[in-house]
């Protein structure tokens, strides 16, 4: 069983930055960000081993990890109104090629981290 504890949501003004974080209770090679809005499905954002971005977001928002502390980290710049969301971190093992950003192929879920954007 792998625990995830994301943190760093808030309520920003647009064209702010936040940092999200995710720490695992285990190391998985495979952890993604995705995130809800209210009457939205669930999106996929970013994902890590491999690193792949989801063509409309790549450019404000940056993964990275640290495998030392378990962690994953989503920084996310120019902050806009429709970024407003819950996000959620994830984790999963034997992900197909081109899944990692994908929902349903993360079994592993972290409570998610309410982002609120205001103009």
């Known amino acids: 069983q792998v625990q995830l504890v994301e943190s760093g949501g808030g309520s920003v003004q647009a064209g702010g930055s936040l940092r999200l974080s995710c720490v695992a209770s285990?190391?998985?090679?495979?952890m993604a960000w995705f995130r809800q809005a209210p009457g939205k499905e669930r999106e996929g954002i970013a994902g890590?081993?491999?690193?792949v971005y989801a063509d409309s977001m790549e450019g404000r928002f940056t993964i990275s990890r640290d495998v030392a502390k378990k962690a994953v980290y989503l920084d996310i710049h120019s902050l806009k109104p429709e970024d407003t969301a819950v996000y959620y971190c994830?984790?999963?093992?034997?992900?197909?090629?081109?899944?990692?950003?994908?929902?349903?192929?993360?079994?592993?879920w972290g409570q998610g981290t309410q982002v609120t954007v205001s103009s």
């Open positions: 994830a984790a999963g093992v034997s992900i197909s090629l081109g899944g990692h950003l994908n929902p349903s192929a993360y079994r592993y």
């Open positions: 285990v190391y998985v090679n495979s």
């Open positions: 890590v081993g491999p690193t």
